[in-house]
């Protein structure tokens, strides 16, 4: 499962981040690593961005980065 496929309002803690260079490290840049739980606070009406909260801050995420976040 991804973040992408989180529903609104449930919270889950992250596996592993697909992708490589760059995206990758923009996403771990971010603050979502491994182990860290998030929060998913909204999805804009047409499904795109989703806004998140991870390590107390809110965070506004493209649904294609998303699927790269694989969560538990």
Request: with cysteine.
């Amino acid at each position: 499962m991804t973040l992408k496929d989180v529903k609104v309002g449930n919270t889950c803690k992250v596996k592993r981040i697909h992708g490589e260079g760059a995206l990758k490290r923009r996403i771990m840049d971010m603050g979502i690593t491994r182990g860290v739980e998030i929060f998913v606070r909204k999805v804009a009406p047409l499904g795109d961005p989703v806004e998140i909260t991870v390590r107390d801050y809110e965070l506004s995420i493209r649904k294609d980065d998303a699927g790269l976040i694989e969560v538990e």
